[in-house]
C-alpha cells in the first residue's frame, strides 16, 4: 500500500470526521492523555492557540466524562487570535497570548482561580526552512510557557507542540526551570516524517520568589556548553504515545471513495479573496 496511490486517503482525517472531531490533531492529545493521563482531577483548564478548535473538544468531552458525580461542570477557556466557531461547554477568547489582559481575562472566568491544565497546539505556518520552522515554534512555544506561569496553579501540567532539533536541548533546559518532569512524546497520529513532537511538562513549580510578568518573560537561562554538545549533554526523555499496532500516519489506507464535507468550515477562510479574483478571471487579465 504505497503512499503514492491516489485511491487512498489520511485515515486519521477520515476517522476525525466520522468522529465528529474538528481536525485529525485531536487524536494527538488523545494519545498523550493515553499515555500521561492528564485529565484526571481537572476542573480548569485553558487551550492556547486553539483553533478550529479539536483540542477545546477533547478536553469538553475527557473532562466531563472524568467529572464526580455531584461536581460542577468543569471550566473551559480556548484562546486564538482567529475567530472560532463556538463550542458548548467552552468559553472563547479572540486574544494575544503575549498580552497580559489576556491571562488576566481567562483568570477571570476562572473567578479568581488558577488553571489545572494548560494545551497548546500552536504552530506558524512552516516554510520548509527547518532552522528557521524550529526557531519561530521555539518562540511559540515560549510565549505559551510565559502566559502559563501566569495562569497555572503549582502542581498544574502544561502540553506544547514543539519542533524537535539541534536546539531541543536549550528548551528542554527552559523548561525544567520551571517543571521538575518534562518529557518529550510522539504520538502515534503524528507522522515519523515530521519533526513535530509535544513536550509533556509536569508538577509546575515555579523558582523561589519568582514573580510572573508579562513585560520581563523568563527567567535568564545559564547553561555549560557542555550540557548541550559532547558526551556529557543532557539527554531529553522521549517516548511513544499511542498503540504501535495501530493505524500509521505515515501510511495510506484504502476506503470507501464517499466525500465527506468539512465538519466546520472556516469562518473566515484566507483563501476567500483570491477564489473571488479568480471567479472575476483577475489572474488572466492582461496589465
Known amino acids: 500500500m504505497g503512499k503514492s496511490s491516489k485511491d487512498k486517503r489520511d ?3 477520515r476517522l476525525a470526521k466520522e468522529q465528529g472531531w474538528r ?15 492528564i485529565f484526571e482531577g481537572i476542573q480548569r483548564a485553558v487551550d492556547l492557540c486553539a483553533a478550529p478548535g479539536s483540542w477545546s473538544q477533547v478536553l469538553t468531552k475527557k473532562l466531563n466524562e472524568n467529572r464526580p458525580k455531584d461536581a460542577p461542570p468543569p471550566k473551559i477557556v480556548a484562546v486564538d487570535l482567529q475567530a472560532m466557531a463556538p463550542l458548548e461547554g467552552v468559553i472563547q477568547i479572540q486574544g494575544d497570548i503575549t498580552k497580559l489582559s489576556t491571562a488576566e481575562q481567562i483568570i477571570s472566568y476562572f473567578e479568581g482561580e488558577l488553571a489545572d491544565l494548560i494545551v497548546c497546539d500552536g ?3 512552516v516554510t520548509g526552512l527547518h532552522d ?8 511559540l512555544l515560549l510565549s505559551a510557557l510565559n502566559i502559563t506561569t501566569n495562569i497555572l496553579h503549582p502542581g498544574g501540567t502544561f502540553i506544547a507542540k514543539i519542533f524537535r532539533g ?4 536549550l528548551l528542554y533546559s527552559q523548561l525544567k526551570i520551571f517543571f521538575p518532569v518534562v518529557t518529550c512524546s510522539k504520538p502515534r497520529s503524528s507522522r515519523n516524517s515530521s519533526i513535530e513532537a509535544f513536550v509533556v511538562c509536569q508538577n509546575y513549580t515555579p523558582p523561589k520568589d519568582y514573580v510572573p510578568t508579562m513585560i520581563n518573560p523568563l527567567l535568564d537561562l ?9 558526551p556529557n549533554r543532557v539527554i531529553v526523555p522521549f517516548i511513544s ?6 493505524f500509521d500516519s505515515d501510511m495510506t489506507y484504502p476506503l470507501e471513495k464517499k466525500s465527506l464535507d468539512p465538519l466546520q468550515p472556516p469562518i473566515n477562510a484566507p483563501y476567500r479573496t483570491a477564489i473571488t479574483l479568480k471567479q472575476q478571471n483577475f489572474y488572466n487579465k492582461v496589465p
Open 11 to 13: 485515515i486519521y482525517y
Open 23 to 37: 481536525a485529525r490533531s485531536a487524536f494527538k492529545l488523545l494519545q498523550i492523555d493515553e499515555e500521561f493521563n
Open 123 to 125: 504552530a506558524p505556518d
Open 132 to 139: 528557521m520552522d524550529e526557531y519561530i515554534q521555539a518562540q
Open 166 to 169: 539541534k536546539d531541543v536541548t
Open 222 to 230: 545559564s547553561y555549560e556548553q557542555n550540557e548541550l554538545l559532547g
Open 241 to 246: 504515545c499511542g498503540d504501535l499496532s495501530g
